[in-house]
């Protein structure tokens, strides 16, 4: 029977009762290979000097196992490196380094194949993957933990882990930024109102605001590039946090491990999590933007806007309201920007009051850090696909949108402004218009030539042309606006930015 697979009370009563890390009993399904028996099964692994078993309450408690054990393969990665060092330094004999390596390797086929499934009892696991090795290869297996701590071992586990997926996210950031460079090529020519305030300030491009998410998205993917120099950097060797009196070569490791770089100072590198605390940071600021792109969409997709469709495959239903369609993913990513923003002010409250070197409140990074990583990878997944498919923008409805108000007054001003009228006059000119119109319940296209030739002699029959939402966005040619050159211009430039980037696909 799979001791996983046992309610939590009985699990600890039989821990508790079976005394600790028996696990040749409690960790295998009856598919597993008989682990070979080994002394230290009977006894904790950390040391002999507790006389009574550890309350199974406080055990539960202590335990990091539950959600750990996504370091695994990290894990077994770095302890590989670790006794391949030990065995070049001299420190263990080289048959000894390649029963380790190869026990290691054993566990990992084991894990990957569902066969190893630590419990509760086994603490963490970096026990768990200890005491298996030492019930797979006997008394040597016990030489793994030569030279270094388990405080330099989690360092070096969640750098590995976390530098992993920065490439990830940053795979999916490009994938992300690619749907918003296909969508934005269909509409370039597409007219929405711009806001400022959320009140109609000035038509754009649809293509234009689309690529403000693409710019965001591009600062993101940097950023984290930025990060990984310090994620990517070895604790390895650092010891419990002063060192160790073994001859060992941490260069080695460092280079084994393909990290960039190496921690100069032991008690420094076992109890850092700056790294992660920027890792939160940039996984913030990535939900942040996902997250007024969301709320975009979530009041397009409104009846009052209506600007937006949102295809059957990424929308749902009602349970009571028929006519219902909801935009859940826009509104699930921007609700879990909330859980991410959380785990980098958990962990800055973690960090601020510990005094030098581990404690094992430093265990409490491993939940916010996993979750922040699973919670941006899974938004950026969704609204790749949201983008992709799910959108239908309603061309008509934007084209109306931008011709019923008085977006184009600016334009108004600039054209007096560019016939020599100054422009804050012009500007006062133009406020007097509004206002005239609106009193008359007419747009400034309604305006009469002889209209406005008494507001001012500047004017011309041109007037009109130069107010049509097209010729106003047309305009707006300067290095950065929506003038059509310049976003045709700047869709290409994000292509070629894509395409320069090398980082593996996810
Ligand atoms: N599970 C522990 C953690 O995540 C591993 C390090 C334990 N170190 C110690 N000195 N108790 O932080």
């Known amino acids: 029977m799979s001791f996983v697979a046992l309610p939590l009370t009985k699990k600890l009563n039989r821990r508790y009762l079976c005394c600790f890390f028996r696990?040749?009993?409690?960790?295998?399904?009856?598919?597993?290979?008989?682990?070979?028996?080994?002394?230290?099964?009977?006894?904790?692994?950390?040391?002999?000097?507790?006389?009574?078993?550890?309350?199974?309450?406080i055990a539960a408690f202590n335990a990091s196992i539950q959600f750990d054990i996504a370091l695994i393969e990290y894990d077994l990665t770095g302890s590989q490196a670790h006794v391949q060092m030990l065995a070049q330094t001299g420190i263990i004999p080289q048959a000894d380094a390649d029963a380790i390596y190869q026990g290691l390797e054993q566990i990992r086929q084991?894990?990957?194949?569902?066969?190893?499934?630590?419990?509760?009892?086994?603490?963490?696991?970096h026990f768990a993957v200890e005491h298996r090795l030492i019930e797979l290869i006997g008394e040597v297996g016990k030489k793994l933990h030569t030279g270094r701590s388990r405080n330099d071992q989690v360092g070096t586990d969640i750098r590995l882990y976390l530098h992993d997926h920065i490439q990830h996210i940053r795979a999916l950031l490009q994938d992300w930024q690619q749907a918003l460079v296909d969508i934005a090529q269909d509409h370039v020519q597409t007219l929405i109102p711009g806001y400022t305030h959320l009140q109609r300030a000035q038509p754009v491009s649809l293509a234009h605001h689309l690529l403000a998410y693409f710019e965001m998205a591009e600062r993101d993917w940097q950023r984290l590039g930025e990060i990984d120099q310090r994620v990517n950097v070895s604790p390895l060797g650092l010891g419990a946090l002063a060192g160790t009196p073994f001859p060992i070569d941490r260069q080695a490791t460092t280079d084994q491990l393909g990290f960039v770089d190496l921690y100069r100072n032991s008690l420094d590198g076992v109890?850092?999590?700056?790294?992660?605390?920027?890792?939160l940071c940039a996984a913030s600021l990535i939900m942040v933007h996902l997250s007024r792109f969301s709320e975009e969409v979530i009041l397009w997709a409104s009846e009052e806007f209506g600007f937006v469709k949102l295809r059957d495959s990424c929308a749902t239903g009602s349970s009571i309201m028929p006519q219902k369609k909801n935009p859940d993913v826009p509104e699930l990513v921007r609700g879990k920007s909330g859980r991410v923003f959380g785990?980098?002010?958990?962990?800055?409250?973690?960090?601020?009051?510990?005094?030098?070197?581990?404690?094992?409140?430093?265990?409490?990074?491993?939940?916010?850090?996993?979750d922040g990583v699973i919670t941006v990878k899974g938004c950026l997944e969704a609204m790749k696909i949201l983008v992709k498919e799910g959108l239908e923008f309603v061309t008509e409805r934007l084209e109306t949108a931008v011709g019923e108000d008085f977006s184009n007054a600016t334009d108004v001003a600039d054209y007096l402004a560019a016939k020599g009228v100054p422009f804050r006059e012009a500007y006062n000119i133009v406020g007097a218009v509004v206002k005239t119109c609106l009193s008359q319940g007419k747009l400034l296209k309604d305006l009469t030539l002889s209209e406005w030739q008494q507001l001012h002699p500047q004017f011309a029959a041109d007037i009109y042309e130069a107010i049509t939402p097209r010729q106003v966005v047309a305009a707006r040619n300067s290095y950065g606006g929506t003038g059509f050159e310049q976003v045709q211009a700047a869709l290409t430039q994000a292509q070629e930015r894509l395409n320069s980037k090398t980082a593996p696909s996810a």
């Open 23 to 57: 696990l040749s009993t409690l960790t295998f399904s009856s598919s597993s290979p008989p682990p070979q028996k080994a002394d230290s099964t009977d006894s904790p692994l950390w040391s002999q000097r507790f006389e009574s078993a550890l309350n199974p309450v």
């Open 110 to 125: 084991e894990y990957r194949q569902g066969l190893f499934r630590p419990g509760i009892e086994a603490e963490d696991v």
């Open 271 to 279: 109890s850092d999590r700056d790294f992660a605390i920027e890792f």
């Open 343 to 370: 785990h980098l002010q958990s962990l800055l409250v973690v960090m601020k009051g510990l005094p030098l070197a581990y404690n094992k409140d430093l265990q409490e990074d491993k939940e916010a850090l996993f």
